[in-house]
């Protein structure tokens, strides 16, 4: 059966079309950087946000029905959710799909029963991706949902409930495995606080430890060898995340000695509610070594929470890619659309011409970001602006051979040099032309 008969293969027509059905910029066979622009971009489908969003918000009920979930049967649901996922893919020319267990099959009446839908499910996805070629980005499990997580999962109060949590972990990694999953991602739902009064915070961050360590044991037992991932992000639901941004989760990390067994899997939008850019997240795995993959969308700056906006600010997503080819790209990891279509956009049609607009505004970031590292823009202004610690006094800090008397010794001799100016409004000017220019 098919689910979009209206709608075509989306197809690459150039910048001058004005088929809202085609792409404009991402052109999956076009060379970038040595490789193809599938090939660089990676460029993953949601299965929550896609196919299981149906328009609710805190303040209104669903607006979205789709003709996939018209049965009454939840597992016959979960079946066609599954063939129109990947007619979805593959009309819209999605390589890959990430998912959590629960958005694949719902919950039974027990640990037993579920684990058992899930196998049956992923028996039909795997059917789907032997015919149509598409692969899994990544596996995770939702350790947040159900009511037995009020108070976390790797860090509850509730022994037994941690229990549960590794439980649905080691099976949606089995299940990730199955499918050729190539990374695994951690998302503190709701592994935080709402205060301080009822939370033994040191209890719970070592249990969240011995879970991760558990984890990787696990994976080493089984052969699964996809890359782990953690999810950064401040708050939502709980006040306070323990995973509230990059340098935190780099520094949980080093404390439990895991830093090499995890990358992070950095979200725009989860950048932008703990007051950081996107760049910035990005920029700091870098700079460690610790990108592995990136959730593509964006928030509403006039909104507190997280929107989970489609991409389509170009801005964010030339810098997005800067940072991500300056750090040798994606490798295992690709740009999932943690999206979902605006509670008014709810025509199937719409699916398309979301993904359509976040492909290309990636595909379009891609090319600028590309032409700024071949020009060598940034880089060369960097590398004048820091040339003082090239020679001199400079070059022995940085090299390691100044100590507190060297430096005392220079600075009474020489004083300081004039500054110069980080000409921050003429980089940003010339950021807007290359985005203007740039084909």
Same mark, same amino acid.
């Given at each position: 059966?098919?689910?979009?008969?209206?709608?075509?293969?989306?197809?690459?027509?150039? &910048?001058?079309?004005?088929?809202?059905?085609?792409?404009?910029?991402?052109?999956?066979?076009?060379?970038?950087?040595?490789?193809?622009?599938?090939?660089? @971009?990676?460029?993953?489908?949601?299965?929550?946000?896609?196919?299981? !969003?149906?328009?609710?918000?805190?303040?209104?009920?669903?607006?979205?029905?789709?003709?996939?979930?018209?049965?009454? $049967?939840?597992?016959?649901?979960?079946?066609?959710?599954?063939?129109?996922?990947?007619?979805?893919?593959?009309? /819209?020319?999605?390589?890959?799909? $990430?998912?959590?267990?629960?958005?694949?099959?719902?919950?039974?009446?027990?640990?037993?029963?579920?684990?058992?839908?899930?196998?049956?499910?992923?028996?039909?996805?795997?059917?789907?991706?032997?015919?149509?070629?598409?692969?899994?980005?990544?596996?995770?499990?939702?350790?947040?949902?159900?009511?037995?997580?009020?108070?976390?999962?790797?860090?509850?109060?509730?022994?037994?409930?941690? /229990?549960?949590?590794? &439980?649905?972990?080691?099976?949606?990694?089995?299940?990730?495995?199955?499918?050729?999953?190539?990374?695994?991602?951690?998302?503190?739902?709701?592994?935080?606080?709402?205060?301080?009064?009822?939370?033994?915070?040191?209890?719970?961050?070592? %249990?969240? /430890?011995?879970? =991760?360590?558990?984890?990787?044991?696990?994976?080493?037992?089984?052969?699964?060898?996809?890359?782990?991932?953690?999810?950064?992000?401040?708050?939502?639901?709980?006040?306070?995340?323990?995973?509230?941004?990059?340098?935190?989760?780099?520094?949980? =990390?080093?404390?439990?000695?895991?830093?090499?067994?995890?990358?992070?899997?950095?979200?725009?939008?989860?950048?932008?509610?703990?007051?950081?850019?996107?760049?910035?997240?990005?920029?700091? $795995?870098?700079?460690?070594?610790?990108?592995?993959?990136?959730?593509? %969308?964006?928030?509403?700056?006039?909104?507190?929470?997280?929107?989970?906006?489609?991409?389509?600010?170009?801005?964010?997503?030339? @810098?997005?890619? !800067?940072?991500? =080819?300056?750090?040798?790209?994606?490798?295992?990891?690709?740009?999932?659309?943690?999206?979902?279509?605006?509670?008014?956009?709810?025509?199937?049609?719409?699916?398309?011409?979301?993904?359509?607009?976040?492909?290309? &505004?990636?595909?379009?970031?891609?090319?600028?970001?590309?032409?700024?590292?071949?020009?060598?823009?940034?880089?060369?202004?960097?590398?004048?602006?820091?040339?003082?610690?090239?020679?001199?006094?400079?070059?022995?800090?940085?090299?390691?051979?100044?100590?507190?008397?060297?430096?005392?010794? !220079?600075?009474?001799?020489?004083?300081?040099?004039?500054?110069?100016?980080?000409?921050?409004?003429?980089?940003?000017?010339?950021?807007?032309?290359?985005?203007?220019?740039?084909?």
């Amino acid at each position: 059966m098919a689910y979009f008969e209206k709608i075509q293969k989306i197809e690459y027509e150039g &910048a001058a079309s004005k088929n809202p059905l085609a792409f404009k910029y991402y052109n999956p066979a076009e060379m970038v950087m040595g490789k193809t622009m599938r090939e660089q @971009l990676r460029f993953a489908m949601s299965y929550w946000h896609t196919f299981t !969003y149906m328009g609710n918000d805190p303040f209104g009920s669903a607006t979205m029905f789709r003709t996939w979930d018209n049965h009454e $049967c939840s597992m016959e649901i979960a079946k066609e959710r599954v063939h129109a996922a990947f007619e979805f893919m593959e009309k /819209a020319q999605i390589p890959y799909f $990430c998912f959590h267990d629960r958005d694949i099959a719902p919950e039974g009446k027990d640990l037993a029963e579920t684990n058992a839908r899930l196998d049956e499910i992923v028996a039909v996805i795997k059917e789907e991706m032997k015919r149509t070629g598409i692969k899994c980005l990544w596996g995770t499990t939702n350790a947040f949902g159900n009511p037995r997580f009020v108070h976390g999962a790797g860090t509850s109060c509730n022994a037994t409930v941690f /229990a549960y949590a590794a &439980a649905q972990i080691k099976k949606a990694i089995e299940i990730t495995k199955e499918l050729g999953g190539e990374n695994y991602v951690f998302w503190g739902g709701r592994e935080g606080y709402e205060t301080l009064l009822n939370t033994n915070t040191e209890l719970e961050l070592d %249990n969240m /430890a011995k879970l =991760l360590k558990m984890a990787c044991n696990y994976a080493e037992e089984i052969g699964f060898t996809g890359q782990f991932l953690i999810e950064p992000k401040p708050k939502e639901p709980t006040k306070h995340q323990y995973d509230t941004d990059a340098a935190t989760v780099m520094a949980f =990390l080093r404390k439990y000695d895991l830093l090499d067994k995890f990358k992070l899997n950095i979200e725009a939008n989860h950048a932008t509610l703990a007051m950081h850019t996107f760049q910035h997240e990005l920029n700091m $795995c870098r700079i460690n070594g610790v990108l592995g993959s990136v959730d593509a %969308n964006m928030g509403d700056p006039m909104l507190g929470w997280d929107t989970d906006q489609f991409p389509t600010n170009i801005y964010d997503t030339t @810098l997005a890619m !800067y940072e991500i =080819l300056l750090a040798g790209g994606l490798t295992k990891g690709g740009l999932n659309f943690d999206s979902k279509v605006r509670r008014a956009s709810f025509e199937e049609e719409d699916l398309f011409l979301a993904y359509i607009a976040g492909m290309d &505004a990636f595909a379009k970031g891609l090319k600028v970001a590309a032409k700024l590292l071949e020009d060598r823009v940034f880089e060369d202004f960097k590398d004048k602006r820091y040339a003082s610690y090239k020679e001199g006094i400079g070059r022995d800090i940085s090299e390691g051979r100044a100590d507190f008397k060297t430096l005392e010794a !220079y600075a009474l001799a020489n004083g300081v040099t004039l500054n110069t100016s980080g000409r921050q409004e003429m980089l940003e000017a010339i950021l807007n032309q290359y985005i203007l220019e740039t084909k």
